[in-house]
């Protein structure tokens, strides 16, 4: 599933919770945890709707796995210790209402789910992206370290950090990032393309054309690769 698919099934699965469809937000959230098993929500509300159809033991194993994912989710230790009390486990249950109550009465917890984590890191990249637009470099670093802060994984965030510490001439440190999401994604042409360039740039040029030839290695007409490798040849 694409990461549109599965976010789509993400939002219409709450929808159709939200309304009462549990037969239909059960199959999307299925949908959505066969790719992504690491939101406690969704494992809450799964576990919700299998105790609404007296599922109890599936309903406490998406409730525990909610729990696994962060263990102060409130709301899922109460279900949770609901479910343990209509089991009869009522020793266990009592335990979790305790874990509730102290979870309740702390500080709030910190815990994001990935969708959300990958919103805000978007919305703080699009700021990031305003900012160097006006050449307000040093904003636009704040923002996009924002951003990987909550998604480090995200390498088309990682390559806008890269190009905006080129632009600042800090090759060493725009490299580093270049690479680093290279790394994660070898298959991520803008990075190599940027890499390359900043190779170019550090008068690493033996390493820019191997960059640039990894992506013509992907996509022969890969119209910038080979508009940089012509450009190479002209200048040796």
């Avoid at 406690?40 to 709707?49: L, S």
């Avoid at 480090?152 to 060493?172: A, C, E, N």
């Avoid at 490299?175 to 991520?188: C, D, G, Q, S």
């Amino acid at each position: 599933m694409t990461d549109d698919g599965w976010q789509r099934s993400y939002e219409d699965g709450k929808r159709a919770f939200e309304k009462g469809d549990f037969a239909k937000a059960l199959e999307l959230f299925n949908r959505v945890l066969d790719v992504k098993d690491g939101f406690a929500d969704v494992h809450n509300m799964v576990g919700i709707i299998h105790h609404s159809s007296n599922r109890m033991e599936q309903a406490v194993e998406s409730f525990q796995r909610a729990l696994d994912i962060n263990p102060r989710y409130t709301e899922a230790l109460l279900n949770l210790a609901v479910a343990l009390n209509e089991m009869g486990e009522y020793d266990k249950a009592d335990s979790v209402y305790e874990l509730a109550k102290e979870a309740g009465s702390g500080e709030p917890g910190t815990y994001l789910d990935p969708f959300v984590k990958g919103k805000l890191a978007n919305m703080h990249a699009e700021l990031g992206a305003i900012y160097k637009s006006l050449g307000i470099n040093e904003e636009a670093v704040h923002e996009y370290r924002k951003a990987l802060s909550l998604r480090p994984d995200f390498v088309d965030i990682k390559t806008q950090l890269g190009v905006v510490f080129r632009d600042m001439k800090d090759y060493s440190r725009a490299a580093k990032l270049l690479e680093e999401a290279a790394n994660i994604n070898p298959r991520y042409t803008p990075a190599r393309i940027q890499l390359g360039l900043t190779y170019y740039l550090m008068g690493e040029k033996e390493r820019a054309k191997a960059e640039w030839l990894k992506v013509l290695h992907e996509d022969p007409d890969h119209r910038l690769a080979n508009m940089y490798l012509n450009l190479l040849k002209e200048r040796q």
